[in-house]
C-alpha cells in the first residue's frame, strides 16, 4: 500500500468520524389533567428535557420514588421542567396525591 494510499484512508477515517454528531435532545410533555399524569409512563433518552404542566384545579407535585428528582409544588398552570442524565426507570407519584403516579423510563442516548 502507498503512502498516499495511506494518507487518503486516514483522511477518510478522520472525517467519517469528525462527521459523526450525537442525536438532538428532544423535549416530551406531560400533562397533569383530571387528578393523572398524562401519559402515565414516558420513555426518553439520557440528555432530553421533560415538561409537566399542571391543568389541575389544584396543584401537585412530581416526586421520584428514589429521590432523583422532585418538582416541589406545581401550581395550577404552571410547569416544571427536567432534563433527565441517568438511565434507568424512574416510578414517580404527587406527593399530595399518591394514588396518582407515573413512570418515566431513561434510556441511553441513541
Not at 44 to 65: E, F, I, M, Q, Y
Amino acid at each position: 500500500m502507498s503512502r498516499l494510499h495511506r494518507f487518503a484512508l486516514a483522511v477518510c477515517a478522520i472525517t467519517s468520524v469528525a462527521g459523526a454528531k450525537p442525536a438532538a435532545a428532544s423535549t416530551h410533555v406531560v400533562t397533569i389533567e383530571q387528578m393523572r399524569f398524562d401519559p402515565p409512563t414516558q420513555t426518553v433518552h439520557r440528555g432530553d428535557s421533560v415538561v409537566w404542566v399542571n391543568k389541575d384545579l389544584v396543584a401537585h407535585t412530581v416526586s421520584a420514588d428514589a429521590r432523583i428528582f422532585d418538582s416541589g409544588s406545581i401550581a395550577p398552570e404552571a410547569s416544571w421542567r427536567y432534563v433527565v442524565s441517568e438511565p434507568g426507570r424512574y416510578p414517580y407519584k404527587c406527593l399530595f396525591h399518591p394514588t396518582m403516579h407515573g413512570t418515566l423510563i431513561v434510556e441511553p442516548t441513541p
